[in-house]
């Protein structure tokens, strides 16, 4: 049974670029969850996805945006990319409300 | 303030010694409490999960939660070098979204 997947592993882009990161969640979850991990931080909670809906937000700028297929995975988007943003994008899958299982991460670098 | 704080450490501890790691948190509304691993560059692992206030073990680990001093900790007993990585306390409400609350981190590494 794979674990939460997540794609690409790593991503380097310019300021004021767009960028999309995917998650896969494990198998049988049906929520997925965005975090925010910068360099010597705990994860942010930026937004949780359950039946194709954002079901909670943490505080983000709308420049984040997500989406949730009928297959539950999931898409992290991120326009107009600031310096601030470079961190390791973290997805984690669970049943709704239940215990929450992380992928190894996206490492966003932005230049 | 921050919901969860958590000491970053570092922390050094010979192998085989008892670790001790700590969160304090201000909102008593929180009810699920974790402790997460995470090794470098990789994504965290769920350790312990405990509803409300008590202990659990599992093997080497302990995790205990007093939500009267609104404080909860993590026991490793017979600390192993693969026990260096970052443990991170999380937590959330148990009710809504399950956003969950992170604490920054306890860098952890045990010398053989």
């Known amino acids: 049974d794979a674990g939460v997947t997540q794609s690409p592993t790593h991503l380097i882009k310019t300021r004021g670029q767009q960028v999309t990161l995917r998650c896969s969640p494990k198998?049988?979850?049906?929520?997925v969850s965005w975090y925010q991990q910068a360099l010597g931080q705990g994860p942010q909670f930026i937004f949780q996805?359950?039946?194709?809906?954002?079901?909670q937000r943490g505080n983000f700028p709308d420049r984040f945006s997500g989406h949730q297929f009928p297959n539950y995975s999931s898409e992290l988007n991120v326009n107009a990319l600031l310096l601030g943003d470079s961190a390791l994008y973290l997805c984690?899958?669970?049943?709704?409300?239940?215990?929450?299982?992380f992928g190894p991460g996206t490492r966003l670098t932005v230049l | 303030q921050k919901e969860v704080e958590q000491d970053p450490g570092p922390l050094s501890v010979p192998e085989g010694a008892i670790v001790s790691l700590n969160c304090t948190y201000s909102?008593?509304?929180?009810?699920?409490f974790m402790w997460y691993r995470q090794y470098s560059r990789k994504g965290p692992e769920l350790l312990m999960y405990?509803?409300?206030?008590g202990n659990k073990e599992d093997g080497r680990f302990t995790a205990q939660v007093d939500k009267s001093s609104k404080y909860i900790s993590l026991f490793i007993r017979d600390s192993q070098p693969s026990d260096s990585a970052t443990y991170l306390c999380?937590?959330?409400?148990?009710?809504?979204?399950?956003?969950?609350?992170f604490g920054t981190g306890t860098r952890l590494t045990v010398i053989p």
């Open positions: 198998s049988g979850h049906d929520t």
């Open positions: 909102n008593s509304a929180f009810q699920y």
């Open positions: 405990t509803y409300s206030s």
């Open positions: 999380a937590m959330w409400g148990g009710t809504g979204a399950n956003n969950l609350f």
């Open positions: 996805y359950y039946e194709e809906e954002e079901r």
């Open positions: 984690a899958s669970s049943p709704y409300r239940g215990r929450q299982f």
